[in-house]
């Protein structure tokens, strides 16, 4: 077993591969003294000779790391680097939209559900429920957690701290890479806390309170706390805003001043009341604890969809997108113009931090939405600041981004165990190729299916797979991903992205598509097609051939 120190240095070695270098550009690294970086060097040599990997030293030189047996380096890895790694969840296979659902139900929405009630509102049978049911069992015993199903009400078993840490794998972190964050960045908080840190707090506040609110919502109230902490460090705050008395007494304040308490921890910063007052407001809303507020509030929001998707269709003949079939830009949308109209009807102005670098790298997006939203009925008799034209243009943006994502190849990244080595390997392709690929997956060979190359491009694989047919091409790589394997999954894609390109040039009309199926139908016939699903001599299917034909237009075929 590898020390801290070992294994900094055997991570910095692995990322130069058959190159020379010197102890003290070792010790520079890993921030030790040469002599101490020397001595770990030594027992590091030792550790991995037996684990096929070598470290050459040369005088002059320097040391050179090199892998002897990759299988044998991958499995040590594995055993060295799973302690720090978590593996990854996703489960991509046609039910994956049932799977969230009923994961959201019992999550978010209830704390139990039966499974007729469930049947009911996905409009599937008890077969199919069951299967999706399994798949769910096993993405929670990743997490030490069972699916109870105690009188046909099903229910989430297991310590908090577990159930906490799937939601956040399962439902905050891919989803951040799809929304404002892709253009926030993840550091623009800076390294004080992240967006796992703040989903985190968020969660325990929320279900500590046992306030029922969907992933959807708690995503977007982390995204507002994240920007509120950018826009304060930026000098900003809101300006005066005050909640009726009711509200400070209510548990969604409680909860806002708690989740602040705990962030002012964390960051040392000061959070004025009103911050807490905006949060209570939009835990109240959300929350809908109050029924007839809450109706009022869905009636608006009716009218204001019907609104936005107007605008929406508007924007798509201009830029040739598809923005109206984007549920994710629509709820986004949605929820900020039902904030933004509270906001502008209270006087109160918000400054964006990111307006700068939005103007500079993305004026032309927020020129049209401007543009475009201005023509909402409801903003019409309100003047809007740049400031917030700009915080709506991050939808359109970051909907953008979605597109750009689905348009890259689909990757399933194999290697030995799936842990260590295939995590590095994961690690390696985004820096090379992020903006390239969409890696789906990271498994093992042994866990290599059918469903698992469901909607994949293209497999890469640091363990050769030669010996079996793939419905998809696959890339066999080294796990440290070396500029040759660089360039030749460039030159797959790039090959790939031609011919499609080359298919959609030549791609036939709508009226070639009609006439095409006119002579289509011209030349055969259903009644001429022969179904055989038992064996049968070739004389004999000629002759049921013949008889067929016969029989359909009276013409003799037999000589």
Request: hydrophobic residues 35%; aromatic residues 8%; charged residues 25%.
């Amino acid at each position: 077993m590898l020390n801290k120190r070992e294994r900094s240095l055997l991570e910095v070695f692995i990322e130069h591969p058959n190159t020379y270098l010197t102890s003290k550009e070792l010790a520079s690294i890993v921030g030790v003294s040469d002599r101490t970086a020397r001595k770990y060097i030594k027992t590091l040599m030792n550790e991995i000779k037996v684990h096929g990997a070598d470290i050459e030293a040369k005088q002059g030189l320097g040391y050179k790391f090199a892998v002897t047996h990759e299988l044998e380096f991958n499995l040590f890895l594995e055993d060295e680097l799973q302690p720090k790694i978590t593996k990854q969840n996703s489960t991509i296979d046609n039910s994956i939209d049932r799977q969230h659902f009923i994961l959201n139900k019992l999550f978010f929405e209830e704390t139990d559900i039966t499974s007729h009630k469930l049947e009911e509102l996905l409009y599937v049978s008890k077969s199919t429920l069951s299967k999706s049911i399994n798949k769910i069992k096993r993405l929670l015993s990743q997490y030490n957690l069972e699916l109870d199903n105690y009188r046909g009400s099903l229910s989430v078993v297991g310590a908090e701290q577990n159930k906490r840490h799937f939601m956040l794998d399962y439902f905050f972190t891919d989803k951040f890479d799809e929304s404002l964050s892709s253009f926030i960045g993840t550091s623009f908080i800076d390294e004080e806390i992240n967006f796992a840190e703040l989903t985190i707090i968020v969660l325990d506040e929320c279900r500590e309170a046992e306030l029922k609110l969907s992933d959807y919502v708690i995503h977007n109230l982390v995204l507002h706390i994240a920007l509120t902490i950018k826009r304060i460090k930026s000098g900003y705050s809101l300006e005066q805003f005050t909640v009726n008395p009711t509200i400070k007494q209510s548990v969604n304040y409680s909860v806002a001043e708690r989740i602040l308490n705990r962030i002012e921890t964390t960051t040392n910063i000061k959070f004025p009341e009103e911050e807490a007052n905006y949060i209570a407001l939009h835990l109240k809303v959300k929350s809908g604890k109050e029924s007839t507020e809450t109706t009022l509030f869905m009636d608006r929001n009716q009218q204001l969809s019907l609104h936005i998707q107007e605008i929406l269709e508007q924007l798509d003949n201009e830029l040739q997108t598809n923005f109206k079939t984007d549920p994710i830009l629509l709820n986004g949308l949605l929820d900020h113009f039902a904030s933004l109209l509270n906001r502008v009807q209270s006087d109160i102005h918000l400054t964006n931090p990111l307006l700068d670098d939005i103007q500079s790298s993305y004026n032309e997006i927020l020129e049209l939405t401007e543009e475009y939203f201005s023509r909402l009925p409801e903003l019409t008799k309100f003047n809007i600041s740049i400031d917030e034209w700009a915080y709506i243009s991050l939808h359109l943006m970051a909907a953008m981004e979605r597109y750009a994502n689905r348009q890259k190849t689909k990757v399933l990244v194999v290697c030995a165990t799936g842990f260590g080595s295939a995590q590095m390997l994961k690690t390696r392709l985004e820096k090379e190729l992020s903006g390239l690929l969409n890696i789906v997956d990271v498994i093992s060979y042994y866990e290599l299916n059918e469903e698992k190359m469901s909607d994949i491009d293209l497999i890469i694989s640091s363990i050769s797979l030669n010996n079996v047919v793939f419905p998809v091409p696959v890339v066999h790589v080294s796990v440290f991903l070396s500029r040759e394997d660089v360039d030749r999954i460039k030159d797959y894609v790039d090959q790939t992205t031609e011919l499609n390109q080359s298919l959609n040039r030549h791609a036939p009309s709508s009226q070639d598509e009609l006439e095409k199926h006119q002579l289509f139908d011209h030349c055969f016939s259903e009644e001429q097609f022969l179904l055989v699903d038992t064996t049968i001599k070739k004389e004999q299917l000629v002759g049921k051939m013949i008889e067929q034909l016969k029989e359909y237009n009276g013409a003799p075929f037999k000589q």
